[in-house]
């Protein structure tokens, strides 16, 4: 079974540019998290869509942060502008959700932003 | 008060040593608590997951959940130098949402 996909891997960019991350869960997967990972601390909820529609989006900057996943399949996290402080590791999630069972988040890689 | 806290370290360990990572928690609605393993440079992978209160095995790890004390750990029997790794608590009060993390245990098992 292939797992979640991200790319790209690493990014650089300078503040006040755009940036975008794109995610690719495990096939069947209704469920898929947005996460943000500063070094040193535990990631932190971005945004969770469960098919194409938004569960929960309180923590999601708004005004910089932008997410969408189309045909309830792949997603992509913007930010626009980039600030010095979203410098951190952006992890993509995916999980079934089924009632009565666990509701294990399979994680990909992650994209390693820098902002400059 | 941060919502959930863990031990600081980093843990330093030889191999065969029985290692305790704990963490604590304010939100006493968490229902739901999940261990998480992180290699570097790598997304995080789930050991163990644990509803309410109560213990579970699973080969040489064991957690345990009080409730009453907010309070979760995780033990690992017999370490190996590839057990290290840095060690997330994670926990929810929904099934399958708003999961917050604990900031990691970094963890090292020297040969």
């Known amino acids: 079974e292939a797992g979640v996909a991200q790319s790209p891997r690493y990014k650089i960019i300078e503040k006040r540019q755009s940036v975008a991350f794109w995610c690719n869960p495990i096939?069947?997967?209704?469920?898929l998290y947005w996460y943000q990972q500063i070094l040193g601390q535990g990631p932190k909820l971005l945004i969770q869509?469960?098919?194409?529609?938004?569960?929960?989006d309180s923590q999601l900057p708004k005004d910089r942060f932008s997410a969408e996943r189309l045909k309830g399949v792949d997603s992509t996290l913007k930010i626009q502008p980039a600030k010095l402080e979203d410098s951190a590791v952006y992890l993509c999630?995916?999980?079934?959700?089924?009632?009565?069972?666990?509701?294990?988040?399979?994680f990909g890689p992650g994209t390693r932003l820098t902002v400059l | 008060q941060k919502e959930v806290e863990q031990d600081p370290g980093p843990l330093s360990v030889p191999e065969g040593a029985i290692v305790s990572l704990n963490c604590t928690y304010s939100?006493?609605?968490?229902?739901?608590f999940m261990w998480y393993r992180q290699y570097s440079r790598k997304g995080p992978e789930l050991l163990m997951y644990?509803?309410?209160?109560g213990n579970k095995e699973d080969g040489r790890f064991t957690a345990q959940v009080d409730k009453s004390s907010k309070y979760i750990s995780l033990f690992i029997r017999d370490s190996q130098p590839s057990d290290s790794a840095t060690y997330l608590c994670?926990?929810?009060?929904?099934?399958?949402?708003?999961?917050?993390f604990g900031p990691g245990t970094r963890l090292s098992v020297l040969p």
């Open positions: 999630a995916s999980s079934l959700v089924l009632a009565g069972g666990t509701d294990t988040q399979y």
């Open positions: 096939s069947g997967h209704a469920t």
């Open positions: 869509f469960q098919n194409n529609g938004v569960v929960d």
């Open positions: 939100n006493s609605a968490f229902q739901y």
């Open positions: 644990t509803y309410s209160s």
């Open positions: 994670a926990m929810s009060e929904s099934y399958g949402q708003n999961f917050v």
